[in-house]
């Protein structure tokens, strides 16, 4: 596996500079570049291909959050914060981890050893999309289409995916956020870090909990149920 290409992102130059000093100690991350102007660098990411996001929650401008969320195909992040309360954000986001300063170098590795496992799951992802309506994946050792209309939601459980459709359920090694990729908007919607649901497949919301036709009860993330009401065309 090659080096992860790494960007920092902190406006604080100490911050910085910890973050870069232990980049450098690990023999599989590359530093690249580092910003303490967030805008600089969503430029620099919408123009450079960066495997790994080391970026500080507050900042001016545009927080570390908002600019996640503002761009089309994020790396993965790790972010970094001097207040805990915003570690649940970060997780809603699809952070991998998240440090908390002043940052030990044994918690700095064992969240980067988390961000190249991850890597190379992905790298490994056994879903194949063979066109815009279905997916092939790789299930109890063989492939198995899967038309995107059955799907009623898709959990994530470890470094598996359950991918339940009407009658049956799979499972696969995969990523959330690889099928992230597949199953978009406006059919399908990410109402929290673990799930996956078809806007089709709902039958009642009750609260910030969305029942599915099969049953299935899933909680819905705070940040997510005003979007989902939109999309539902509920006001």
Known sequence: MEKLKCLVLDDEPIGREIIENFIKE???????????????????????????????I?????????????LENPPVIIFITAH???????????????????VRFDRFLKAVNKAKDYIELKQKSTVHQVNSDRIF?????????????????????GDYLKIVINNETYTTLATLKSMDEVLTLPKFFRVQRSFIINL?????????????????????????KEELFQLLGIR
């Open 26 to 56: 690990i023999p599989f991350l590359k530093l690249v570049s580092s910003f303490g102007d967030p805008l600089e660098a969503m430029t620099f990411l919408q123009n450079n291909k960066i495997d790994l996001i080391f970026s500080d």
């Open 200 to 224: 089709e497949a709902i039958r009642s919301l009750n609260g910030n909990i969305v029942e599915l036709i099969n049953g299935k009860s899933i909680s819905i993330a705070l940040n997510k």
């Open 137 to 157: 994946i790789k299930s109890d050792g063989k492939l198995t289409k899967i038309l995107l209309e059955e799907i009623l939601y898709v959990e994530a459980q």
């Open 84 to 102: 805990r309360d915003f570690a649940l954000d970060g997780f809603e986001t699809g952070a991998t981890d998240y440090l908390v300063k002043p």
């Open 58 to 70: 507050q900042m001016p401008k545009i927080n570390g959050l908002e600019l996640v969320r503002a």
